[in-house]
């Protein structure tokens, strides 16, 4: 991304004016997320969990959304259940619906939920799918 000056946190659908050329090529490829397995090796992160957030959004939303703090109960995830069955949240509406699905991982998380969700977020990347 083009670096400039941040005065806040922006959610990533209002900043597509800064990706660059190559940006466009490696975002939908899904390479840079890749890098989140040095994440995981080190222990900051398991493969599948909450999706981690910007800290000044997840500070703000555990103050507007009653229970968000409870999706940091489990370490953040390369991806999650919220990833693969809701789409992009960049409101706080749609950020609310999502904690619903991370909540629930949190709650029913287990070793089968786990291979399911890899599995779809396999299928989600080889056959260019978003979330359902």
Do not use: C
């Amino acid at each position: 991304m083009k670096k400039q000056k941040k005065d806040k946190a922006k959610f990533a659908d209002q900043e597509q004016d800064r990706i660059l050329k190559i940006g466009r090529i490696i975002r939908p490829l899904r390479i840079d997320e890749s890098l989140q397995f040095i994440n995981i090796l080190k222990g900051d992160m398991s493969i599948v969990g909450p999706r981690p957030e910007q800290i000044p959004f997840a500070r703000q939303f555990e103050k507007e959304i009653a229970f968000y703090s409870q999706r940091h109960h489990v370490k953040p995830g390369l991806t999650g259940w919220a990833q693969i069955m809701y789409k992009y949240a960049s409101n706080t509406e749609e950020i609310k619906k999502k904690l619903s699905y991370d909540l629930w991982y949190v709650k029913n998380r287990n070793i089968l939920l786990d291979l399911k969700i890899i599995l779809q977020t396999i299928e989600a990347v080889f056959w260019k799918r978003g979330a359902k």
